[in-house]
């Protein structure tokens, strides 16, 4: 098990930044892949940055590139999602997950996990 435990968040002016992070706990050693997700009201549930592997290869979705970067301290198990240029369409509730990988190299599994969210809200 892993326990995932959100901060930072809030409300915002358009143009300005916030930073959030997500601490993790329990199996730790076993985190493979984290990320940010969002979800606006009436939409589903979006990628917006992940991290895959300890080396920490990076993605993000297209409305977020430049501007948002998702980094993660493997020895404090933190994971942080600096979010600068904000826009109003970035209004959300963000989530942290974690993919944990385990078991024998000739069989893989993986349990997801997921934080409480919070809400980070950008008026224009």
């Known amino acids: 098990q892993v326990q995932l435990v959100q901060s930072g968040g809030g409300l915002v002016q358009a143009g300005g930044s916030l930073r959030l992070s997500c601490a993790a706990s329990g199996r730790t050693a076993s985190i493979d892949t984290v990320g940010w997700y969002r979800q606006a009201p009436g939409k589903q549930r979006e990628m917006v940055a992940i991290?895959?592997?300890?080396?920490?290869?990076?993605n993000y979705a297209d409305s977020v590139k430049g501007r948002f970067t998702i980094s993660r301290d493997n020895a404090k198990n933190m994971v942080y999602l600096q979010m600068n240029s904000l826009k109003p369409e970035d209004t959300a509730v963000y989530y942290c997950?974690?993919?944990?990988?385990?078991?024998?190299?000739?069989?893989?599994?993986?349990?997801?996990?997921w934080g409480q969210g919070t809400q980070v809200t950008v008026s224009s």
């Open positions: 991290s895959r592997g300890r080396g920490g290869v990076t």
């Open positions: 997950n974690v993919v944990v990988v385990y078991g024998p190299v000739e069989k893989k599994y993986e349990d997801e996990y």
